[in-house]
Nanobody, 125 residues
Framework: QVQLVESGGGLVQAGGSLRLSCAAS????????MGWFRQAPGKEREFVAA????????TYADSVKGRFTISRDNAKKTVYLQMNSLKPEDTAVYYC??????????????????WGQGTQVTVSS
């Protein structure tokens, strides 16, 4: 059974930083690309960042480029999202997800069959 468990969310002031983690089990982690998505109240779940299985390829939403960094540790079966210079509009539930796809397809929700339960990030102004 595949499990993705996010942690690290919380309340932070604008301009602050948070580091999200997602621990995976039940799948060959090193062969899966990983992504982060977020969903704000009343909005659709949107792509944030993704990383290839080896970590050699990363891609970001324009809204977070230069502020967020995705990384992974295949030995620990964990993917991270370092979030700096946080803004109130970054407030959302953040989800990690696993995909066997690659490249531009990693920006699309439908290419992720496995999802975590989400962690809340709230940025106060």
């Amino acid at each position: 059974q595949v499990q993705l468990v996010e942690s690290g969310g919380g309340l932070v002031q604008a301009g602050g930083s948070l580091r999200l983690s997602c621990a995976a089990s039940g799948l060959p982690f090193s062969t899966y690309a990983m992504g982060w998505f977020r969903q704000a109240p009343g909005k659709e779940r949107e792509f944030v960042a993704a990383i290839s299985s080896s970590g050699g390829f990363t891609t970001y939403a324009d809204s977070v480029k230069g502020r967020f960094t995705i990384s992974r540790d295949n030995a620990k079966k964990t993917v991270y999202l370092q979030m700096n210079s946080l803004k109130p509009e970054d407030t959302a539930v953040y989800y990690c997800a696993a995909s066997s796809s690659s490249g531009i397809f990693l920006k699309l929700k439908r290419f992720y069959p496995h999802w975590g339960q989400g962690t809340q990030v709230t940025v106060s102004s």
